[in-house]
Every structure is written in structure tokens, then in C-alpha cells.
């Protein structure tokens, strides 16, 4: 792994971004939307705002990063662009680590908007401190970009590569808390939701929203959430083969 | 170059059967025949981005492939590979950046930059999306990025096609000037004949096997034919009855793009 190279091939991802401001418009903005939505979907209810509110802060990240990387690699390897680059001097962790490091930049400023609109202009309510939110949605923005870029390689096609999103991103949403709180469901979903990434990513959010100070709990929910991140990128590493048929 | 019972298996199938052959240093080789005879699994071989690879194959004095070769082996896909949602410039700076990384040698990238747009004659484009040019302008910028770190051999699988005749005289001028004045080896393939009579050294192919290694010169003379295709179609009738039983193998090598 050499520095330069990462630097410049996140340099590289986000100059691709800047020519598509589109897509950068609707990485930042929808969230912002949809969190304004859900307030007044809960304006009766502020307490269920605070803990949906919170959660999505979350959740955000890590379904449009994603996206975004499962459809860039997947353009990465059907361009060639990918062939090209693994006959250059480029290690792997090069490629993904400036990957990592152009979408989680990405992730800051997406999560610190909204971040910032709900706490400041949509009244969410926590306890603890906002900082500790955004590392909670950076970690899954960067968790969403290690899935994003370990399923393009199970995919053909870009229709292909969406459907992943209901694939592997449902499940976890439906079981992480957001809809009945974990403890509540039966003992077997439970179990399974123990063994889902983004159910920590919810448990530390909400961690966030009723405690003042750090817990244990909230530290152990991060760091099961940067550990499956790294997990998933040593996965997505390995399926990046120089030599191919 | 040298390659010695270099054979390619992929999905089962044998595209190249135990080819042994070298490549002269300094000169240019015209890979050629006709779609599907197995030229760009060869050169994938040789730059190692091929998997089945069997038997010997060297490159510049090491294995194919071996990590120390990926700065110096240029390699041009069929297909151009670039990103389209940036500039030539942009392309060519990235690229340039993960040949020569760090701030050291920014000066030197620029220049390999302008002197790569100037040698392909893009510099009227160099600060155009590569997804809007042309096919044949983005084949240039694909090529510009082979010849970023003035490498010593260069691997361009058929780097002419579809090109109007003004262009292709103006790329073969710029091959024999990088054989002649940095002293790199080229390997050239095409399936078009008329690019043979531009080469030092020829290598024809056709089902997976090499019919011959010759100059094109030779090539007229032993055969008696006047041009090289002519030489080319009276080698495949000569080989008919071997060559044959390769033929239907050879139409179904999957032309796609590899997926790494």
C-alpha cells in the first residue's frame, strides 16, 4: 500500500463525482428531505421521532454509499478500467482504500447536513453528543462502501447490482430495531439481527439519544460496526484477481 | 520476449496450443489473424492478466505478470479503458500518478502528461469529458495512457481499429519512432493484413496456433505471394487439414470483456 497512490485514487473518485453533480446533489439532499419528512410523519410523537430520527441518521449512509460504490466498481470492472489498473503497479488496498477514503469524505458532509438540519432545525432530541452521531454514520458509511464494493463482484449488470440493495439492506433494516425494538421480537430473529452489522449501527445511535455520556454499550456498537467494515473490505479486496479468465 | 509451450486454457476450452515463440527487442511484431484466433489472450498472457496460463513465458528478462513488469509493460485493451466521466487530462494525470506516486515527481508527471496528449494528438481535447469524444479519440486516450511511463514493451491489442487511414498512418509513424528513439519492443495486433506490410516482424495466428514467424518480406518470398494477406490465406489452406478441428472451438471464444 503506498499513500500516494490511495490519495490519488480517492482524488480520482471524487473528480469522477464533480463531474456528475447530480448524483452528488441527491447523495446530500434526499437525506436531508426524507429526515424533514418523517418529523412531520411523527409530529405528534417527538419521542418516536427522537428514536427513528436517530436511527435513520444511520441508516442513511449506509444505503446510499452502498449504491454508490457497488455501481462505481461495477463500472470500474466492466470498463476495463479495473483490468488496466491491476496491470499497473496498484495494490489493492490502494484501489480500495482510496475508495473508502473518497466516499467516506463523501459520508462526513452527507451526515453532517443532516446531522445538523435534525438536531438543529427538525428538533431531534439527544442526550449525548452529535459528534458521536456522525462517527456512528461515518462507520456506516463506510461499512455501506465495503458491502457496495464486495457485492459488484457477484454482479453482472447494473440491474444486477440495485437488486443487491433489497438484497442485503432489507433484512437489516427490517431487523435492527428500527421497526420493534430487538428485544421484542421473536427469539430467533432476535438472534439472527445479532449477527447484522446495521443492528449496532442502530443500538449505538440510540445509545446516543438516551445517554449523556459514552457508554460501554456505545463503544462496543462502533467498534462492531468498523470491524465488519474491515472485514468486508479485506472480502471485497479479495475478489479483485490481477489474473482472470 | 519468449514464450516456450505457452498454453492458455479458459473454461475448459484451449485457445492457445503450446506456442513457442520469441519477440525481438527494439522492433516492432504485428500480431495477426483473424477475430478470435486467440491474439488477445495472448497478450493478456503476457502483460498477466490471463489465469490457465501454462509453460514458460518471459518478459524483459522475468516471468509474465511478476510485479516488478507492471511499470514497465504498457498495455492498450481492445476496448478503450478510461474513465469516461473525466477529462483526457484527468485520465492521464491519475494514471500518471500511480505509475510515478508522490509529490516528487508532480513535474515530471505533468510533462509525461502533455507529451502523451501531444504524441496521440488529443491536445485539441484535452480538457474534454472522454465520454463525449469519438471511439477513435478515446482509443487515442487509451493509448496515451499506455504511453504515460515510457514503458519498455508495449502490449496494444489492436490499437487502430476503426480509425480513418490518416490517423492510422499518423499512430504506425508514432510506433516506429517509439521503437526507434526510445528503443521499446512493441507487439501490435490487428486483424487487418494491409497493417502487416507496417510491421518489423510478424507472428500470424489462427486457431490458437502461430502459422508463422517471419519479416513480411520473407513471408512474400517464401510464399510466393505478393502481399502478406495473400501469404497469410495460402499458410491457412496449407495447415487446412489441422487447423480444421480447431475452427469451431475458435468461433466461440467469448469476445467480452474479461471481468477482473
Not at chain 1, 120 to 135: E, F, H, K, N, R
Not at chain 2, 215 to 242: C, I, K, M, N, W
Request: charged residues 20%.
Amino acid at each position: 500500500m503506498n499513500p500516494s497512490r490511495t490519495l490519488a485514487t480517492a482524488a480520482r473518485v471524487l473528480r469522477q463525482l464533480r463531474h456528475d453533480p447530480r448524483t452528488v446533489a441527491l447523495l446530500l439532499l434526499v437525506p436531508v428531505v426524507m429526515t424533514g419528512l418523517l418529523r412531520y410523519v411523527y409530529d405528534g410523537s417527538p419521542g418516536t421521532f427522537d428514536r427513528i430520527g436517530a436511527s435513520l441518521l444511520g441508516i442513511f449512509p449506509l444505503i446510499t454509499m452502498f449504491l454508490v460504490t457497488s455501481i462505481a466498481t461495477l463500472r470500474e470492472r466492466t470498463s476495463g478500467t479495473l483490468e488496466r489498473l491491476l496491470a499497473l503497479p496498484l495494490g489493492k488496498a490502494d484501489l480500495i482504500g482510496g475508495y473508502a477514503l473518497a466516499f467516506g469524505l463523501l459520508a462526513l458532509v452527507q451526515s453532517a447536513l443532516t446531522t445538523g438540519v435534525a438536531l438543529w432545525a427538525l428538533g431531534l432530541d439527544t442526550a449525548g453528543s452529535p459528534w458521536l452521531l456522525m462517527l456512528v454514520a461515518l462507520l456506516d458509511a463506510l461499512l455501506g462502501t465495503a458491502l457496495g464494493l464486495f457485492v459488484s463482484a457477484f454482479a453482472a449488470s447494473e440491474f444486477q447490482a440495485v437488486q443487491f440493495m433489497p438484497a442485503v439492506i432489507f433484512p437489516q433494516l427490517l431487523l435492527c430495531g428500527l421497526l420493534v425494538p430487538r428485544d421484542r421480537m421473536p427469539r430467533a430473529l432476535e438472534a439472527l439481527s445479532d449477527a447484522l452489522p446495521m443492528s449496532y449501527a442502530v443500538d449505538g445511535m440510540n445509545q446516543v439519544v438516551r445517554h449523556t455520556d459514552l457508554t460501554a454499550g456505545f463503544v462496543r456498537d462502533a467498534l462492531v460496526v468498523a470491524g465488519c467494515a474491515l472485514l468486508v473490505l479485506a472480502l471485497g479486496a479479495a475478489t479483485l484477481r490481477r489474473r482472470t479468465a | 520476449m519468449e514464450a516456450r509451450d505457452l498454453t492458455v486454457v479458459r473454461g475448459g476450452r484451449t485457445v492457445l496450443r503450446s506456442l513457442t515463440f520469441s519477440v525481438e527487442p527494439g522492433r516492432i511484431t504485428g500480431l495477426l489473424g483473424p477475430s478470435g484466433c486467440g491474439k488477445s489472450t495472448l497478450m493478456r498472457a503476457l502483460v498477466g492478466t490471463q489465469a490457465g496460463v501454462t509453460g514458460a513465458l518471459t518478459v524483459l528478462g522475468r516471468p509474465a505478470g511478476h510485479p516488478e513488469l507492471r511499470a514497465r509493460v504498457g498495455y492498450v485493451t481492445q476496448a478503450p479503458s478510461v474513465y469516461d466521466d473525466l477529462t483526457v487530462r484527468q485520465n492521464l494525470h491519475y494514471f500518471a500518478a500511480v505509475l510515478r506516486p508522490g509529490a516528487r515527481h508532480r513535474a515530471a508527471r505533468a510533462e509525461a502528461v502533455e507529451r502523451a496528449v501531444a504524441d496521440v494528438d488529443l491536445a485539441s481535447h484535452a480538457d474534454a469529458l472522454a465520454g463525449n469524444l469519438s471511439g477513435g479519440q478515446r482509443s487515442r486516450v487509451s493509448l496515451a495512457v499506455a504511453l504515460l511511463g515510457t514503458p519498455e514493451l508495449l502490449v496494444l491489442d489492436e490499437p487502430t481499429v476503426g480509425l480513418d487511414p490518416v490517423l492510422r498512418r499518423d499512430l504506425w509513424e508514432l510506433f516506429h519512432r517509439i521503437a526507434a528513439d526510445r528503443g521499446a519492443t512493441l507487439l501490435v495486433s490487428s486483424h487487418v493484413m494491409d497493417e502487416a506490410e507496417r510491421c518489423d516482424r510478424l507472428l500470424l495466428m489462427r486457431a490458437g496456433e502461430i502459422l508463422a514467424d517471419d519479416t513480411p518480406e520473407a513471408l512474400r518470398r517464401s510464399t510466393g505471394r505478393p502481399t502478406v494477406e495473400a501469404a497469410f490465406l495460402h499458410l491457412v489452406d496449407r495447415a487446412a487439414p489441422t487447423a480444421a478441428a480447431g475452427t469451431h472451438e475458435d468461433r466461440q471464444e467469448q469476445k467480452g470483456r474479461p471481468r477482473p
